[in-house]
């Protein structure tokens, strides 16, 4: 039996990408999206699509409401999303907590599915800015799973694994065109039309942009302006 | 203006006397529950009726589902909860990964609250084996909240408070008695009736006979058996 897997898929390039890595490294993949009152919720169709794509054992999106407090850009409608060109300091864009909150149902479905792996996204070459993507929080997240669970008793750890941490956007669609992934599937965009396509001018956009143009790969994304 | 605190508040004894010692400290308290799919759902009407007599600002009840994968006795109706006596290592009634997502909502909330504390009920004397529940645990967690938000920018850190960390349940509950709580708003059982009595036999209720007993104070629980 392979070893199992659980994968935080957003439904975007980066997470898809992943995932189809920690396919090709032989885990059976157990995939996560959450349905969290994201104003870009057409990306939980995509999750379930990529999901299905790239042989996920089995996708499980997790309904939470982190729009009751809103803080975001993201999950307050009072907040606009703004062109990337306005970002400075940790953006309007970030969710408080939100990859503590990922990666802490990411612990707890693993620790039921006996998984010791859990695969994230998170980049720092691209940088968002977001604390919550930063190695040291991924690092310190691994310890307080381990010291959180079965695991420090029964004397072994979670591993968080972020294979995309060190990767620039053009190098992360070059390694997903080499493993197969069809980047039609998947959106970035946090500000899309009702019907899922992008804006082209948001951070996210602007970064896929110039990655699909970096890497020199057609860039397969619906924009709508 | 008083600083401001998000109170982790289960409905039981513990959390409960938590709330009266965030409140004896000058925070304005804000309190929060969870609704995750547990057995013992009555707990949630205890919590609003705790919050409301403590004078918490507000209350607020997040709704998440660890039913979805179970792995507790507490979660998962195909497994029984078993009598005090049959408890050994860590429990079938633990969650997995339970306090670590309770931390994680914690901090979102927080960090949009502008509160930089947090409390929480987990206790070392009247031990349930709970991994979750260890000072080392909180410890970390308390470091990973920090490098996930905007605290590590901004140059501050949240506080995990765990006031009942060395405190025996007994002692507990004279600090609770003396704070002017009335427990009998509370409720600690793991398998209550219908009508939200206690069992008397979980090791959750034997812990709270022991206590009331030990510290000589009548127990206002209703029982079933």
């Known amino acids: 039996m392979n070893k199992r897997a659980v994968i935080l898929l ?14 090709s490294e032989g885990f059976d993949c157990y995939t996560m999206s959450f349905d969290y009152g994201q104003r870009h919720r057409c990306e939980l169709e995509a999750a379930g699509r ?3 794509a790239l042989g996920a054992v ?8 982190l729009r009751q407090w809103g803080g975001s ?3 307050d409608d009072a907040l606009a999303v703004p062109d990337a060109e306005d970002s400075h300091g940790i953006p309007i864009t970030y969710v ?11 612990t707890a479905w693993a620790e039921v599915l006996g998984a010791r792996d859990i695969f994230i996204g998170v980049n720092s070459v691209d940088y968002s ?3 919550d993507c930063r190695p040291k929080f991924i690092e310190s997240f691994q310890e307080t799973a381990r010291l959180g669970t079965c695991a420090v008793d029964e004397g072994w750890h979670y591993s968080i694994n972020a294979p ?3 990767l620039s956007k053009a190098e992360i669609i070059r390694r997903g065109v080499a493993l197969g992934v069809d980047y039609g599937l998947t959106t970035s965009c946090y500000n899309p039309d009702s ?5 082209g001018k948001c951070a996210s956009c602007s970064l896929r942009i110039a990655g699909f143009r970096e890497a020199g790969v057609p860039d397969p994304t619906r924009y709508h302006r």
């Open 10 to 23: 957003s439904g975007g390039l980066d997470s898809a990408t992943v995932l189809a890595i920690a396919g």
């Open 50 to 52: 990529i999901a299905a």
């Open 58 to 65: 089995k996708h499980n999106t997790v309904k939470i409401d």
């Open 73 to 75: 850009a993201l999950t």
């Open 96 to 106: 408080p907590a939100r990859n503590l909150i990922f990666l802490s149902f990411a």
């Open 129 to 131: 800015g977001y604390p």
């Open 164 to 166: 995309l941490q060190n």
């Open 195 to 199: 019907e899922g396509r992008s804006c």
